[in-house]
């Protein structure tokens, strides 16, 4: 199982992206992203990985970071088995590389997750 992220651009400040998380590899299609925990994560150059939020449990619970909450929402899109992130008035502070990651140790899970499968991350870019 693989997880690829993309969306990542460059856009400017007050900007909306939208990133999409799906998946590829042999096992991917027993491992549809509806049914497990999914986080979404973002790490700045000389900064540590910071966990943007997370959604899990069968009827889709949302947890953000304080950072976002109000400007950052996650969603599924079960039918392309993908798990989105929509970020608005983006900020240069938001200027990292995102990554997303799933739990496949339970069902549904919760957040946060014991994350071990990850992506290999897409940049975005806020310019001031």
């Known amino acids: 199982l693989r997880l690829v992220e993309s969306g990542g651009d460059l856009v400017e400040l007050g900007g909306s992206l939208t990133l999409s998380c799906g998946t590829s590899?042999?096992?991917?299609?027993?491992?549809?992203?509806?049914?497990?925990?999914v986080g979404w994560f973002r790490q700045a150059p000389g900064k540590g990985r910071e966990e943007v939020g997370c959604i899990f449990g069968s009827h889709d619970v949302m947890t953000y970071a304080n950072s976002v909450e109000g400007r950052f929402a996650i969603s599924r899109n079960k039918a392309k088995n993908t798990v989105l992130l929509h970020m608005s008035d983006l900020k240069p502070e938001d200027t990292a590389v995102y990554t997303c990651a799933v739990d496949i140790g339970t069902i549904y899970g919760a957040c946060p997750g014991n994350f071990g499968t990850w992506g290999q991350g897409t940049q975005v870019t806020v310019s001031a």
């Open positions: 590899g042999v096992a991917a299609r027993h491992y549809p992203l509806k049914n497990y925990a």
